[in-house]
């Protein structure tokens, strides 16, 4: 168990529907990171928050956005779902921000858009 | 950007013998390389990691390799067991962001 925790675990909703997918990092860690891990693209880096702020940006689509709270969870919201949205969705969290930090990932969302 | 190649895609070992998976980058620029396991169902987890400054690191029953120079890194699982089994993925940081390998699925057979 890496510490960080996911809710809700699978999500099954249809297209053109918005979802919110919720984070908690590990005791302590600052930042959170948003993946998504599907067949054809592999495991691809989303978004980066630290502290509240976001901190780096990956392939995240216009349709999907996030934030992180004062509590330090963090919330993923994917819009306007379209097919090619079913994949798993990955938090991990970190102590720091930048390069070299040790990332623990949560055990994932997975979405199914029908 | 960075990008990451990962090979084999899979790989069947006996149980006790050793599997190497390898990895090579493109950012001059990265200098963590973490490896995750990923088993059915569950989140990648960290299993090892190697740092720029460093040549080699070992783990118990798990080793990684660096060569900056060459740009490439490598996972060495000795006496392999049958939990071993999972998808192996290798990663580059690039500012904070981690770009993986495609994985590589490690099947071990008693």
């Known amino acids: 168990d890496s510490g960080v925790t996911q809710t809700p675990k699978h999500l099954i909703t249809a297209t053109g529907q918005r979802v919110t997918l919720r984070c908690s990092p590990r005791?302590?860690?600052?930042?959170v990171y948003w993946y998504q891990q599907s067949l054809d693209q592999g495991l691809q880096f989303l978004i980066q928050?630290?502290?509240?702020?976001?901190?780096a940006k990956g392939n995240i689509l216009e349709r999907f956005s996030a934030q992180q709270f004062p509590d330090l969870h963090s919330e993923l919201n994917l819009s306007s779902l379209e097919l090619g949205d079913s994949a798993l969705y990955f938090c991990?969290?970190?102590?720091?921000?930048?390069?070299?930090?040790?990332?623990?990932f949560g055990p994932g969302t997975r979405l199914t858009v029908t | 950007g960075e990008n990451v190649e990962q090979h084999p895609s899979t790989l069947s070992v006996q149980e006790g013998d050793s599997a190497v998976i390898k990895c090579t980058y493109s950012?001059?620029?990265?200098?963590?390389f973490p490896w995750y396991k990923q088993e059915l169902g569950k989140g990648p987890q960290l299993i090892i990691d190697?740092?720029?400054?460093?040549g080699e690191k070992k783990d118990q029953r798990i080793a990684v390799t660096l060569n900056k120079t060459a740009k490439h890194f490598s996972l060495h699982i000795t006496e392999t067991q049958p939990e071993d089994s999972a998808v192996y993925f290798c990663?580059?940081?690039?500012?904070?962001?981690?770009?993986f390998g495609a994985g590589t699925q490690v099947v071990v057979t008693p």
């Open positions: 991990a969290s970190s102590p720091r921000t930048g390069s070299g930090d040790e990332q623990y």
């Open positions: 005791s302590g860690d600052l930042s």
């Open positions: 928050y630290y502290n509240g702020e976001e901190r």
């Open positions: 950012d001059s620029a990265s200098n963590y």
């Open positions: 190697i740092r720029s400054n460093v």
């Open positions: 990663a580059a940081d690039s500012w904070g962001k981690l770009q």
